[in-house]
């Protein structure tokens, strides 16, 4: 790789991640490898870049400014690189994060068609459902569910998801059957990742918006953890029909309320650096947004 290329890709990494430690994990470097390429790039331009400590490197305000331009220049190449090989022959490593229930049942599946349409494609897949900082952790996009928060992401959406009451038959018969919204008042609720579904349903019947506040004692960090708690008997589950479908077809969970509707829960693909990805990103998501609109 080019020396100037080098450096760029070095310095971005090590701003993004907040470490040269990390930058060097991420991009098989020793840690004083890294050093010595921000310490060249830095005697190289007159200007200090960083201000280091021994927890942490920080920009200083010409770090802030050529990291805008550093990251603009690696876009640009990507950009003629994949213009140059065209749309059919993605190149490189793509990081894609994703929720553990999203990413192994929508995502996972339609990997093998688009890598045998890219043989020089790689992906690096984190399936969590710990909230991913996708400057620091150096994802290239990750799958988010419900409202987007962070408004300098750029987004596409991906697909819209049904929200459902469940329980388990076990435990509707121990504490009851809610027949209204008002009921799940008295009724253990799980709360899942992000505290999803905490504190306070809202449903819809004929136009009429009815909000009741629940209650629960157990809260799980994972999407196949508030399903097993549901099956297990442990309370009442706010889940997506994606999640709960196989549990509502072999009759562990059981759908409440039927005659009354939640808001789905909108999925996004999110990637950092403004509302245009690079054109490897770009591609991978909407090649994912074609085929899971195919499957609705």
Request: avoid cysteine; glycine fraction near 8%; charged fraction near 20%.
């Given at each position: 790789m080019n020396d100037r290329l080098q450096e760029l890709l070095v310095?971005?990494?090590?701003?993004?991640?907040?470490?040269?430690?990390?930058?060097?994990?991420?991009?098989?470097?020793?840690q004083p490898s890294v050093s010595r390429v921000v310490s060249e790039l830095e005697t190289r331009l007159g200007v200090k870049l960083f201000l280091r400590t021994t927890r942490q490197v920080t920009l200083t305000d010409a770090g802030s400014t050529?990291?805008?331009?550093?990251?603009?220049?690696?876009?640009?190449?990507?950009?003629?690189?994949?213009?140059?090989?065209?749309?059919?022959?993605?190149q490189g490593l793509v990081r894609l994060a994703a929720p553990v229930l999203y990413g192994t049942?929508?995502?996972?599946?339609?990997?093998?068609?688009?890598?045998?349409?890219?043989?020089?494609?790689?992906?690096?897949?984190?399936?969590?459902?710990?909230y991913q900082d996708l400057i620091a952790d150096g994802a290239d996009v990750a799958i988010r569910m419900g409202k987007l928060a962070d408004s300098s992401m750029g987004a596409c959406r991906l697909d819209e998801l049904?929200?459902?009451?469940?329980?388990?038959?076990?435990?509707?018969?121990?504490?009851?059957?809610?027949?209204?919204?008002?009921?799940?008042?008295?009724h253990d609720c799980?709360?899942?990742p992000g505290g999803f579904?905490?504190?306070?349903?809202?449903?819809?019947?004929?136009?009429?918006?009815?909000?009741?506040?629940?209650?629960?004692?157990?809260?799980?960090?994972?999407?196949?953890?508030?399903?097993?708690?549901?099956?297990a008997g442990l309370g009442v589950a706010l889940s997506t029909d994606l999640a709960a479908a196989e549990a509502m077809r072999n009759g562990t969970l059981v759908r409440l309320l039927?005659?009354?509707?939640?808001?789905?829960?909108?999925?996004?693909?999110?990637f950092p650096q403004g509302p245009r990805p690079s054109p490897k990103v770009r591609a991978v998501v909407e090649f994912l947004a074609a085929r899971i609109a195919a499957m609705a």
């Open positions: 310095f971005v990494r090590a701003a993004e991640s907040g470490g040269f430690s990390r930058a060097a994990r991420e991009l098989g470097l020793t050529f990291l805008d331009r550093a990251r603009q220049i690696l876009a640009d190449l990507d950009e003629a690189e994949h213009a140059a090989r065209g749309v059919d022959s993605l049942l929508r995502i996972i599946p339609h990997l093998p068609l688009l890598m045998d349409l890219h043989p020089g494609l790689r992906i690096n897949l984190t399936i969590t459902d710990h049904q929200r459902y009451v469940v329980a388990a038959p076990a435990y509707l018969a121990k504490r009851g059957v809610a027949h209204t919204p008002a009921e799940l008042a008295e799980i709360f899942g579904g905490a504190h306070t349903w809202e449903f819809t019947r004929r136009a009429t918006v009815t909000s009741v506040k629940v209650r629960g004692r157990v809260q799980t960090h994972s999407g196949p953890g508030v399903i097993a708690s549901a099956i039927q005659d009354y509707e939640m808001s789905p829960v909108d999925v996004h693909a999110v």
